[in-house]
């Protein structure tokens, strides 16, 4: 490749404590072709002063304001107004390292590859991050495509989005990232691209610090798994199930999101319908899904574990 323009992607929803932290790591990129899209989702702070003040300091920053729809949106609205054939994200509290982008562009071989992504340090820190040896998010040297990349992703979300570069094009020819399911949606999006062909390569070289915080739509991932229930719903089919055996992995998956706190009747009722749809609903667990409304949760976890 010579030389692509890189589009970034951030959105940001009251980030004025983090984001000159996320923007000075772009800017302090060793390769220069890129453009950094923020979009402000609806923030009532003074997220749109400190940005608007980096705009001035440089062209390559370009800035828009919208309504507070979510991260989904504003990265799908980005992407439409992106203009380099690849696309990188970055959240308004994560930095970069200052060779995020060197390293995705010399590991990205575009005739084979459609995805990068790269292994990321994490940080609890509330002030300036720094990388740690020991605090890394785990990513392993892999390629994935086909069946093997999607059962592989049945596991889990395997992709840190801070560390993507991707084809845009691929993005936007399979809708982008899916509102609906939020917190989800990047894992959604990842399982359509595979399922459509994409090939995927994972480098286990850290090029990026992940904040977690409290607040945060991952800070912990059992809390996406209702979501997740809805995505596998959505992408996988009865005889891809089938062929797959993702079993371990969906029975994984139903425990996390039955142990939430707020299922609701409708929950239930998309739990019990997958289950239909993979075979999974025996006599037994159709009278335990009956007694529901009436038993205690642990108790409802406690049978539903027996019988799955």
């Excluded at 705009?55 to 992106?82: G, L, P, V």
């Excluded at 970069?96 to 084979?112: A, G, I, K, Q």
């Excluded at 229930?229 to 005889?239: A, C, E, G, V």
């Excluded at 319908?273 to 159709?286: E, H, I």
Aim: proline letters at 3%.
């Amino acid at each position: 490749m010579n030389n692509p323009l890189v589009s970034i992607i951030m959105p940001a929803y009251n980030a004025e404590a983090f984001i000159s932290q996320a923007i000075n790591s772009v800017l302090g990129q060793s390769y220069l072709n890129w453009e950094l899209i923020i979009v402000n989702d609806g923030s009532t702070d003074n997220t749109s002063v400190v940005v608007k003040n980096y705009c001035h300091q440089d062209s390559r920053i370009i800035y828009f304001e919208k309504e507070n729809e979510k991260q989904a949106i504003a990265r799908n609205f980005a992407i439409t107004k992106a203009k380099g054939d690849f696309v990188a994200f970055l959240d308004a509290d994560d930095v970069w390292l200052s060779n995020r982008l060197e390293l995705c562009l010399l590991h990205f071989n575009t005739h084979v590859f459609d995805l990068i992504f790269f292994d990321s340090y994490y940080s609890y820190e509330k002030g300036k991050m720094t990388s740690n040896e020991n605090m890394r998010l785990g990513v392993k040297d892999y390629i994935y495509s086909d069946s093997n990349g999607l059962k592989k992703f049945l596991s889990s979300n395997q992709i840190p989005i801070l560390t993507v570069l991707a084809k845009r094009k691929k993005l936007l020819n399979v809708g982008g990232f899916d509102p609906h399911l939020v917190p989800a949606e990047d894992y959604d999006l990842w399982i359509r691209l595979i399922k459509t062909g994409s090939k995927f390569l994972s480098v286990s070289v850290p090029i990026s610090i992940y904040r977690f915080q409290n607040n945060s739509s991952t800070a912990n991932d059992r809390y996406a798994a209702k979501q997740v229930i809805q995505m596998i719903d959505k992408n996988i089919s009865k005889s891809e199930f089938d062929q797959l055996k993702p079993f371990d992995d969906v029975r994984k998956w139903f425990i996390r999101a039955l142990d939430l706190q707020k299922n609701t009747t409708s929950d239930y009722k998309i739990y019990r319908s997958l289950l239909r749809k993979f075979d999974l609903l025996g006599k037994k667990m159709k009278l335990l899904f009956a007694l529901q409304p009436v038993l205690p949760k642990t108790v409802f976890l406690k049978i539903f574990r027996r019988l799955i």
